[in-house]
């Protein structure tokens, strides 16, 4: 028996942040478009949970329960009062630490295959609410397509898209930690008025329409100064990207990878050359968006006897 779901990564086209709450996170308006990077994330009976992960920067990834993949096989169990004995395989395709939300497509990726392999049928409302508890990318990862993330980015509307997006993504040498970067949007913005962060209608037109020169404009991420002060040569790669023709660059949600969105898949091979030979970054890759969300792609069955 084994099940294999592939799930994609994310690109924030707009991440409005609010001040610091109470409890220390920040309500957000993430404007979510899902891209056609994938991780695939194989679960099988197992005498004890396990994982094991390969792929480019797998050495990076905790192989223990911190994993979000066998976290959200541990909720899922104790919810169904069983044991989560499974052995979970990730071929990993979406960086390591990059802001495209690896990590959260993983542990959504899990708890589908794990809903699936058990049989637990749990409902879509079931398996959002689950997603919520491990993370505010989560849901995301498991819905896909477009949305609109609002409180710590987990209660999502889905929202409409007129076409196909062009992305360039380059990945940088080293990563960054969510959390860092927050605290330092902290920093920066300290005596400064918050606005209430809210969708921008024209984004959401842009996307709407399905047309890049209006997304481009319209793109924004508020976490980008504080990525910058912490990674100042993430603005070498922004220039690099720009220059070769971009119609928009900025940082992938709290960064390290830097995502350029262009006109067609001619501008996206041209951009491409055009980062991998400005030494500014450590990999380049394309995608088109959206892309659909977590999707079981094997199911074996126990052979009957």
């Known amino acids: 028996m084994s099940v294999t779901v592939r799930v994609p990564a994310k690109v924030n086209v707009q991440l409005a942040v609010g001040a610091a709450r109470p409890d220390g996170f920040h309500d957000l308006a993430n404007v979510f478009l899902a891209v056609g990077l994938h991780d695939e994330v194989t679960v099988t009976p197992a005498d004890e949970l396990r994982i094991t992960c390969e792929g480019p920067d797998a050495g990076q990834v905790p192989l223990d ?7 959200a096989a541990i909720a899922l169990a104790e919810r169904r009062g069983i044991e ?22 993983d542990g959504a990726g899990a708890l589908l295959a794990c809903d699936t392999l058990w049989g637990t049928a749990a409902s879509r409302a079931e398996l959002l609410a689950i997603c919520a508890e491990l993370g505010s990318d989560v849901p995301f990862s498991l819905v896909g397509g477009a949305a609109l993330g609002v409180g710590r980015g987990e209660r999502l509307t889905a929202l409409e898209t007129g076409g196909t997006f062009h992305w360039v993504f380059a990945m940088a040498e080293r990563g960054l930690s969510t959390p860092a970067v927050f605290r330092e949007f902290d920093r920066l913005a300290e005596g400064r008025d918050i606005p209430e962060p809210a969708a921008s209608q024209e984004l959401l037109d842009a996307l709407a329409k399905g047309d890049p020169d209006a997304l481009a404009a319209a793109v924004s991420n508020d976490l980008q100064p504080a990525a910058l002060s912490l990674f100042p040569e993430l ?12 119609l928009a660059a900025l940082v992938s949600g709290s ?33 088109t968006a959206p892309a659909p969300g977590a999707t079981v792609t094997h199911h074996a069955p126990r052979a009957e006897r």
């Open 255 to 287: 960064g390290p990878t830097t995502a350029f969105l262009v006109r067609d898949p001619e501008s996206a091979a041209k951009t491409a050359d055009a980062l991998r030979a400005s030494g500014t970054c450590r990999t380049v890759r394309t995608a």
């Open 84 to 105: 989560p004995n499974v052995h979970i395989h990730i071929a990993k395709d979406i960086p390591v630490a990059g802001g495209m939300a690896g990590g959260s497509a």
């Open 65 to 71: 329960r911190t994993n979000l993949a066998a976290r």
């Open 235 to 246: 603005s070498d790669t922004l220039a690099a990207g720009r220059a070769a023709g971009a």
